[in-house]
């Protein structure tokens, strides 16, 4: 069984620009989660969606947003980068009901120049 | 504020030895509490998960809850150099059951 796919591996972008991030679950997991992670702030919660609808978000600002389409992949989009978004983002994937646990991808490396 | 804490370590244990890694959370409703691996450079990897109703044991790997102390441990047995890697503990918090909150880790070393 595939686990969860994320593209592209690595990403340079300068400030200003906006990213999209590309996230497959594993097959039949309806749900999809997204994590920032930092040396300083560890594994922070961005948002999930479960059949196509935001279920849960973190605090993170309006720049980050996401969606799901009918076959379950996710797309993360960040607008008008800063500094402090370079970081690894984090797709994980799960069945969707209550207290499952969660699958994660590679990651995607951004680095904001 | 909802809050998952583990120490940073490092833990250095010698191989062949138990390393135990622990994990306090805030909310005393929690449910689920999740264990994953990562090695530098790598994405977590889904080690142990346990729900509010028990313990778990798996090979090597024994996860235990103490709901009246409110910290979730993970005893690894028979330590090897390849678990060497940080361990970040995951809580799903009452009221927020497909989210998950991650504490920041603790470094394993096993040295030989």
């Known amino acids: 069984k595939a686990g969860v796919t994320q593209t592209p591996r690595y990403l340079i972008k300068t400030r200003g620009q906006q990213v999209t991030l590309s996230c497959s679950p594993i097959?039949?997991?309806?749900?999809v989660s997204w994590y920032q992670q930092t040396p300083g702030q560890g594994l922070q919660f961005l948002f999930e969606?479960?059949?196509?609808?935001?279920?849960n978000k973190g605090n993170f600002p309006g720049r980050f947003s996401g969606r799901q389409f009918s076959n379950s992949r996710s797309e993360m989009n960040v607008s008008t980068l800063e500094l402090g978004d370079s970081a690894l983002y984090l797709c994980?994937?799960?069945?969707?009901?209550?207290?499952?646990?969660?699958?994660f991808g590679d990651g995607t490396r951004l680095s904001i120049l | 504020q909802k809050e998952v804490e583990q120490n940073s370590g490092p833990l250095s244990v010698p191989e062949g030895a138990i390393a135990s890694l622990n994990c306090t959370y805030s909310?005393?409703?929690?449910?689920?509490f999740f264990w994953y691996r990562q090695y530098s450079g790598k994405s977590p990897e889904l080690i142990m998960f346990?729900?509010?109703?028990g313990d778990k044991e798996d090979g090597r790997f024994t996860a235990q809850l103490n709901k009246a102390s409110q910290y979730v441990s993970l005893l690894i047995r028979d330590s090897q150099p390849s678990d060497s890697a940080t361990y970040l503990c995951?809580?799903?918090?009452?009221?927020?059951?497909?989210?998950?909150?991650f504490g920041t880790g603790t470094r394993l070393q096993v040295t030989l």
């Open positions: 969606y479960f059949s196509e609808t935001q279920r």
């Open positions: 994980a994937s799960s069945v969707g009901t209550a207290n499952q646990p969660q699958h």
């Open positions: 346990i729900y509010s109703n």
């Open positions: 995951a809580v799903s918090f009452t009221g927020t059951a497909s989210k998950l909150t």
């Open positions: 909310d005393r409703g929690s449910q689920s």
């Open positions: 097959s039949g997991h309806r749900s």
